[in-house]
């Protein structure tokens, strides 16, 4: 079983930065790709970027692609997005998940997600 807890949420205007961190307990984290997903009022929970277990390897949505970065800490079991340059569209609550991939399905392990609001 594998804990994951999100921090780092809140209001920011537009070109501003957040940085999200999911810090995780349980299981060896070091063994686990990890993702961060998001879900805006009436959407659909979408992919935004994954990183393998060395961190040596990640994966960018087109839309955030050049604004947020994917790195993680494993002596600190923490997986960070940094996102820059934010847009009202970036609005949404964000999840951090283990797993791999782009589809939500192949994550096994869930945070509880935190809000970020993007005011134009």
């Known amino acids: 079983q594998v804990q994951l807890v999100e921090s780092g949420g809140g209001l920011v205007q537009a070109g501003g930065s957040l940085r999200l961190s999911c810090t995780t307990s349980g299981r060896s984290f070091s063994s686990y790709g990890m993702g961060w997903f998001r879900q805006a009022p009436g959407k659909e929970r979408e992919f935004v970027a994954n990183i393998d277990w060395s961190g040596g390897f990640t994966v960018y949505a087109d839309s955030v692609k050049g604004r947020f970065t994917i790195s993680r800490d494993n002596a600190k079991n923490t997986v960070y997005l940094q996102m820059n340059s934010l847009e009202p569209e970036d609005t949404a609550v964000y999840y951090c998940?283990?797993?791999?991939?782009?589809?939500?399905?192949?994550?096994?392990?869930w945070g509880q997600g935190t809000q970020v609001t993007v005011s134009s």
């Open positions: 998940a283990a797993g791999w991939g782009r589809r939500d399905a192949r994550y096994d392990y």
